[in-house]
């Protein structure tokens, strides 16, 4: 019985003093087969007398006393069994190597380098799908006309090539189609009855035959304007033979239409009465035309991205201004796709697909097609590098390379991964670039390894006492015994409770579960309580941003078991070194280490990024920052002279007879030394580990025979004077007049004004494609420095003091949200603007964390959320910065607080270490918004990004007025103040 006990004891004291507790040890495998499946790693000591922890990793196994020759582990294996080289000289894509076979154990990532290779002028397939409503009538007449062009077109792009030709309108049906006998036999004058979609030309080198049939086409039409293009899209897509696309061909499919598109379940389908989803099939008739338009709903655009990403299929939008936002949005979803503008009568279709084509060969989309459930896959540069969506940019007619990295999953859904069906854990993937029809076929399968000392038990053995089997070294007790060598009776060992407390532990199991025979503890909640003696609790874990285990582990035992790849107390901490590669693929730049996936940088008198490199934005202001230091420590003059001031620089100088040539990161300087009146130069240059300065020796000194330019300067400005003063006396009544006069003056503002633009917005509020509106504030007259205009937004203008809406009082205590938007010090990047890419997730982490800092001065103020980022294109310099969009909840009185302090750290030019971009920023609440932007040199008219406070209990019309406030920077004058908007809500 003692002997029992002690174990238990032994075993908390295990769990209680381990400094982390890996997936092996906390899976609590109950057999040997059960540990090793438990993930890539896990050993098995199958001694009779080991004592410690059976399973757990191979290292600590040993380390605790097993037998190296008794410990069981499992094995994966990698063979590639197809590598034929690429040979440059084939002109059509190709693969290295071609098939694979991978095992893999639970969690366990295997690395492979792949290379690719496109030909500079590859076989071409380019089918050309366009609407054939009535609006479009104008551009067919010009696409017929340009026949030739095309052609040649078509002819430079490849030399291997096949062009083909397909229309749409819409399906023809109510509320679609005008279904009036009349209309379906001729919808507009000389025009073919409506259709959903017939391919017209397959796919062909012939193109004489192409241009004779393009002749023939004449115009549709239809109702609605969003069309039925998706039907058209997906038909040509999986109608591959009819359509003719060949196997070993990029496939370009250009679709060309003025309207929106219709999709699934977007509600005009459930007017019509076609409720079924599309079943993705093929179904042309002998005319080639689409025959279950009326039969299933429109496809969806998931539905789209994976069967074009299926068939190899790129598809070029050709777009008019009316409909070009909704394809450029959409566009988005694809892998590789492009969007072009196309003029109001396609006139220059030619040149938007020799630009969309010539962007689509500088990109290539690596995928892994086909990839079973139980798979990750991540791509990457050969140096390392995260490629965000798979995207690389390799030249065609050179071998590009990359390296994959592929990973089972330890479990799915919390379900074992050895546990889920066959089919979600093995299968072949084909790894190729979108445009490909060759892949890397890769044969990956989970192994879920089983133990054959399993197979050989050794009933009723003596180490068990006879009351239970030894498998594996451990014993597997009979029904009414209990412990490691069933050697206690639960039938007759006496109750005795206090077998089921400790020195610590006083109350039996904690308060927390049943004492039974054997000192044996059940909890009253495993899912809640856990422990020998049901002393720990699954939330008791130390957590990290308010998730337990950070979400990347689970609790186990008082402690963090923490995911594949992550480490620490709360798993807060990455165990790969990716998110401190910077742009050249070192880590922390070579200067700084690595410490729980950031880089610490040293304090050496560089600005640094995140990951410790030098921040030549910062360069602009570098001389400034060193000046003081500078002028002490060469000259012993200035602010900094005084020796325990000057001793504090975080770089020396070097004082040298000459300067080095002027390079890009190198940065001239030079100052007045106040105290002799001469002029000093020193340049600066970022090195690996400090700032490196070099001072001039000799200072340039003004010489004795200048000293005849005083007395003509103070002539010069006496000269000045006079003439001020004479357009004062001039014009004393009349303040346009002095300012008339002064306008003559380079340094005054000439009548400059500022303000919102005179007009009256009308939005149907069913259109609204987002919450805000860009309305510009313009300004007049000379556009010559900088004017910083605040401006306010308020809402419901048009109601009076006694609307039933005027009369409710707010709560003030009531938590909302209050939307604010700030201009970052950093220039913005494409991959800002995907949520989950490396850059996105760093800065919003630093956003976070110095933004909640700032904020938390607000009463009862929560942390941001819902943070993006975008651009404001026309913001003169300034428009290549990242403009920062976040939410921060509140209390409602606390906005006037909230906007004081936004002003101030703007001011400032941070928030806390986040440098911002000072003259702009936007705080809103649900009923009002303040902000201010900033004219530079140069700029006339700047967008200002209000909110529309679009809210149900909105009257049928509104109206929000914009208004113009002061100029705290700047010499201009406000101009036209107020803007009203009117939004109508459409029923």
């Given amino acids: 019985m003692e002997t029992w006990k002690l174990l238990a004891v032994l075993l908390t004291c295990c769990y209680a003093e381990a400094s982390t507790v890996n997936y092996c040890f906390a899976s609590r ?155 379906l036999l001729q919808p507009w004058p000389n025009s073919d009855p409506p259709f959903s979609f017939q391919n017209v030309i397959k796919l062909t080198g012939d193109s004489p035959h192409f241009i004779s049939e393009l002749q023939k086409e004449r115009i549709s039409g239809n109702l609605d304007a969003p069309e039925g293009g998706f039907d058209a899209i997906l038909q040509a897509a999986v109608c591959e033979d009819k359509i003719g696309w060949r196997k070993y061909s990029t496939h370009l499919l250009v679709f060309s239409t003025e309207s929106a598109f219709h999709y699934e379940a977007d509600g005009v389908n459930v007017l019509s009465g076609i409720l079924p989803r599309n079943d993705e099939q093929c179904h042309l008739d002998s005319e080639e035309k689409y025959t279950k338009a009326t039969n299933q709903d429109y496809p969806s655009i998931p539905t789209l991205v994976r069967l074009l990403g299926k068939h190899n299929i790129i598809p070029i939008f050709a777009v008019t201004n009316h409909s070009y936002t909704y394809y450029n949005k959409l566009k988005d979803y694809f892998p590789i796709a492009e969007v072009g503008l196309l003029e109001e009568d396609s006139s220059n279709i030619l040149l938007v697909m020799k630009t969309a084509f010539e962007s689509i060969r500088s990109k290539m989309s690596i995928r892994a097609e086909n990839r079973p459930k139980a798979f990750e896959s991540t791509f990457f540069t050969i140096d390392g590098k995260t490629a965000e969506y798979g995207a690389f940019n390799f030249k065609p007619g050179e071998i590009g390379r990359f390296r994959m990295r592929l990973k089972a999953q330890q479990a799915i859904d919390g379900e074992l991964v050895c546990k889920i069906n066959p089919e979600d854990k093995e299968g072949m993937i084909r790894v190729k670039p979108t445009t490909f029809s060759s892949a890397v076929n890769v044969e990956a399968s989970v192994l879920c390894p089983t133990c054959d000392c399993e197979k050989t038990r050794l009933k009723n053995a003596e180490r068990c006492n006879g009351n239970g089997d030894l498998v594996c070294g451990r014993c597997q007790c009979h029904d009414g015994w209990l412990g490691n060598f069933c050697n206690c009776s639960a039938s007759s060992s006496a109750l005795d409770k206090n077998q089921c407390t400790t020195a610590d532990i006083k109350e039996p199991c904690s308060g927390r579960g049943d004492c039974l025979a054997c000192g044996t503890c059940v909890c009253y909640n495993p899912d809640q309580f856990e422990g020998p003696y049901c002393q720990f609790t699954k939330n008791q874990c130390q957590r990290y941003g308010g998730f337990l285990c950070n979400e990347r582990g689970n609790c186990i035992m008082g402690q963090c078991s923490c995911d594949h790849g992550w480490e620490g107390s709360a798993c807060e901490c990455p165990t790969s070194n990716q998110t401190c590669l910077d742009t050249k693929g070192n880590l922390c730049g070579g200067r700084g280490a690595c410490v729980c996936g950031r880089c610490q940088c040293p304090d050496s008198g560089i600005e640094m990024s995140a990951n410790c490199e030098p921040n030549f934005q910062f360069q602009f202001g570098v001389c400034e920052f060193t000046r003081s230091c500078v002028q002490c420590q060469a000259w012993k003059t200035g602010e900094k002279k005084d020796k325990e001031e000057c001793d504090k620089c975080p770089f020396k100088v070097v004082m040298v007879d000459e300067l080095k040539e002027e390079k890009q990161d190198l940065e001239s300087c030079s100052f007045l030394d106040e105290d002799d009146d001469c002029t000093y130069y020193y340049m600066t240059e970022p090195k690996t580990k400090e700032l490196e300065v070099q001072v001039l020796k000799k200072k340039d ?287």
Wanted: hydrophobic share 35%; glycine share 6%; charged share 25%.
């Fill in 29 to 183: 495998a109950k057999s040997c087969s059960d540990c090793l499946q438990a993930g890539v790693g896990c050993a098995y000591c199958s001694e009779e007398t080991f004592n410690g922890p059976r399973c757990d990793e191979y290292k600590r196994i040993v380390a605790h006393g097993c037998d190296e020759t008794l410990v069981i582990t499992a094995k994966s294996s990698l063979n590639v069994k197809m590598n034929k080289t690429i040979d440059t000289r084939i002109q059509q894509s190709q693969v290295s190597p071609q098939q694979v076979n991978m095992t893999f154990l639970p969690g366990e990532e295997k690395m492979m380098d792949v290379e690719v290779f496109a030909p500079t002028k590859g076989p071409l397939d380019l089918y050309i799908l366009m609407d054939f409503s009535n609006s479009m009538s104008d551009d067919l007449d010009n696409l017929k006309k340009m026949g030739n062009d095309l052609a040649s077109l078509v002819r430079n792009m490849s030399d291997d090539y096949t062009i083909g030709f397909g229309k749409f309108v819409d399906k023809v049906i109510e509320p679609q189609t005008d279904m009036r006998p009349v209309k």
């Fill in 701 to 987: 000194c003004p010489g004795a025979g200048l000293l005849w330019l005083l007395p003509f300067l103070l002539f010069l400005l006496l000269l000045l004077a006079l003439l001020l003063l004479c357009c004062w006396k001039l014009c004393p009544c009349c303040k346009s007049c002095w300012q008339g006069c002064l306008a003559l003056l380079p340094c005054c503002r000439r009548g400059r004004m500022v303000g919102f633009k005179e007009d009256e917005y009308v939005m149907r509020q069913s259109l609204l494609t987002s919450d805000h509106l860009d309305t510009p504030m313009v300004r007049t007259g000379p556009p010559k420095g900088t004017d910083v205009v605040r401006w306010k937004v308020t809402d419901n203008v048009h109601r009076g003091p006694n609307h039933p809406q005027a009369l409710i009082e707010p709560n003030p205590k009531e938590m909302i949200q209050f939307p604010i938007s700030l201009r970052l010090n950093r220039l913005f990047s494409e991959n800002l603007s995907r949520p989950e890419s490396r850059d996105a997730e760093q800065l919003h982490m630093e956003v976070a964390d110095n933004l909640n800092e700032v904020f938390k001065q607000i009463p009862g103020a929560q942390k941001i959320q819902q943070t993006s980022f975008r651009l404001q294109k026309n913001a003169g310099k300034r428009q290549d910065y990242t403009i920062m969009d976040t939410a921060l909840a509140a209390p409602r009185n606390a906005y006037p607080d909230i906007v004081k302090l936004t002003e101030r750290s703007v001011q400032y030019g941070n928030f806390q270490e986040l440098k911002v971009v000072p003259g702009y920023y936007t705080v809103a609440s649900d009923r009002e918004a303040a902000g201010a932007v900033e004219f530079q040199e140069g700029v006339e008219s700047v967008d200002v990004h209000v909110p529309l406070f679009v809210k149900d209990e909105d009257d049928d019309k509104k109206q929000l007025q914009v208004e113009a406030r002061d100029v705290p920077l700047g010499i201009a004058e406000i101009g036209k103040r107020f803007v009203n908007i009117t939004i109508i809500k459409e029923h």
